[in-house]
């Protein structure tokens, strides 16, 4: 009878691994955040939960936090951005027009962006020519520090295909002061 149970409990064991192993790999995976790239909303060493399934059933949305794959010939890694425009939308940085300094100013479909959750004033308006239509199937995504960002902006980065942005970021684990869900900045 001994025999029955622990053979019973071993395939109660391996059901629960593989269950776990199968929502791990296709739901839900973390990712530490690396550099500066996303502060002043998240830091390098942040600790999030990734929603793999969220773009395999719908699209990123305008102010998303998303996970992308970046293979640029001599970088393969996965980075965290914001998304920026969808397909169809028309990106523009212009140049403040009241500025003393290089002051450049993101436009989405001809409208000024009002961007409270960015670092600071946009110094670098990247290596794309402006203004860019965003291809079908892609996403222009953007580092919340614009002027210590990788992102869309560059020529070697360009949009992301849709095949590229891997999962939405959902719940921050880490820092536990930060803990906490991640809402698109359109619902804030």
Wanted: aromatic residues 12%; glycine residues 8%; hydrophobic residues 40%.
């Amino acid at each position: 009878m001994t025999e029955k149970k622990g053979i019973h409990w071993t395939i109660q064991l391996m059901l629960i691994i593989l269950f776990v192993f199968l929502l791990r790999t296709f739901v839900f995976g973390t990712i530490a955040v690396k550099g500066s790239s996303m502060e002043p909303n998240f830091h390098h060493g942040d600790f999030v939960l990734v929603n793999k399934l969220a773009y395999h059933i719908g699209n990123p949305k305008k102010g998303d936090v998303a996970i992308c794959w970046l293979d640029s010939g001599n970088r393969k890694e996965n980075i965290i951005k914001r998304v920026i425009a969808v397909p169809g939308d028309e990106v523009d940085m212009r140049l403040k027009e009241d500025g003393w300094d290089w002051e450049y100013v993101l436009y989405v479909n001809g409208e000024e962006q009002k961007e409270n959750y960015i670092l600071e004033a946009v110094q670098q308006p990247g290596t794309i020519e402006y203004p860019f239509v965003v291809e079908k199937d892609c996403y222009f995504v953007m580092g919340d520090n614009r002027n210590a960002s990788t992102d869309s902006r560059e020529v070697t980065v360009g949009a992301i295909s849709k095949e590229n942005v891997k999962g939405k970021v959902i719940f921050r684990f880490y820092p536990f002061e930060s803990m906490g869900v991640v809402k698109n900045v359109e619902e804030r």
